[in-house]
């Protein structure tokens, strides 16, 4: 079945340690995003890549970075986080076509920072 | 600014209808989105409207009022696997999708 993959879907660091996140697709969508979301509010855009384009939201700070080596997979790297980086990381993918894009989403990761 | 507004919690009888209403102002308009989310799950995608009217599927309808900037979704023969937070996003001009924070609906037996 062709869907969204986020590995893994819980992890635990450490204030300050780097830690990634992956996301792969197997639906062969265009467009890759990442979102946070913290309990109780919408899911908030950090960035998204149009093909190979990068695509920053204005709010979302330098300690978020993510790359896109191939169609299929896509990173989010937190170089220092937080305590108040600690959300669920919703990888999610569109085809963009000039009509709707449904965005669909893969299973989340949860963050627990220490 | 954009905004999206929708109530923060709504309570409902196993069995009964529920209608969840969300209004909106984006810069432009290009689709109205409706997502279902478990808890500590991910959203999935419920229904899209652009053009003004109601779309029905199964036990779930969508509606969009572009004129008003309003929308809702009906839920009918609720199940207590309805229980779930409900987000609203609209796709601006920029194909961007704004977010609602979600109605949280709760389903008493």
């Known amino acids: 079945d062709a869907m969204v993959i986020q590995n893994p879907r819980y992890q635990v660091t450490q204030f300050g340690k780097p830690v990634t996140l992956s996301c792969s697709q197997t639906?062969?969508?265009?467009?890759m995003y990442w979102y946070q979301q913290k309990s109780s509010q919408a899911p908030k855009l950090l960035f998204h890549y149009y093909d190979k384009d990068f695509n920053n939201e204005a709010d979302t700070p330098d300690n978020f970075q993510s790359r896109r080596p191939n169609t299929s997979f896509c990173f989010l790297d937190i170089r220092s986080p937080g305590l108040g980086d600690a959300a669920m990381y919703l990888c999610?993918?569109?085809?963009?076509?000039?009509?709707?894009?449904?965005?669909?989403f893969g299973p989340g990761t949860r963050l627990t920072v220490l | 600014g954009q905004n999206i507004d929708q109530p923060t919690e709504m309570t409902a009888t196993e069995g009964a209808i529920v209608q969840i209403n969300c209004t909106y102002q984006t810069s432009g308009f290009n689709g109205l989105f409706w997502y279902q989310q478990h808890a500590g799950e991910a959203p999935t995608f419920l229904s899209y409207?652009?053009l003004d009217g109601l779309e029905e599927k199964g036990r779930f309808s969508s509606f969009l009022s572009r004129s008003k900037g309003y929308s809702y979704l009906l839920l009918k023969e609720l199940q207590m696997k309805d229980s779930a937070s409900y987000l609203c996003?609209?796709?601006?001009?920029?194909?961007?999708?704004?977010w609602g924070a979600g109605t949280k609906l709760i389903i008493k037996p």
């Open positions: 996003a609209v796709q601006d001009s920029n194909y961007q999708l704004i």
């Open positions: 639906l062969n969508h265009n467009v």
């Open positions: 409207n652009v």
């Open positions: 999610a993918t569109s085809f963009v076509a000039g009509g709707s894009d449904t965005q669909y």
